[in-house]
């Protein structure tokens, strides 16, 4: 009785590469987060609350705020 050894498929599965996009996507929101808030004197704002508002916007949806931000 002969076992087939299962090969490691050298092609990422789409749950791979979704996670590795939404890891990308994360970074990218974060680093436009940190660019784009207001930073003055009395009108600071956390990098963390440009994120939210983004992702309030996109119903929570990562991949749409990243969209919504890029166009701000």
């Known amino acids: ?3 087939a050894a299962k090969k490691a498929s ?15 996507v994360e970074e990218a929101l974060n680093a436009l987060a940190e660019e784009r808030r207001p930073k003055g004197e009395g009108r600071a704002v956390p990098a963390g609350a440009m994120r939210q508002l983004w992702m309030a916007k996109a119903g ?3 991949f749409e705020a990243y969209l919504i931000a890029v166009k701000q």
Request: zero cysteines; hydrophobic letters at 40%; a negative charge.
């Open 10 to 24: 050298p092609i990422p599965s789409l749950a791979e590469r979704v996670e590795a996009l939404k890891e990308e």
């Open 60 to 62: 929570g949806n990562m």
């Open 1 to 3: 009785m002969k076992t």
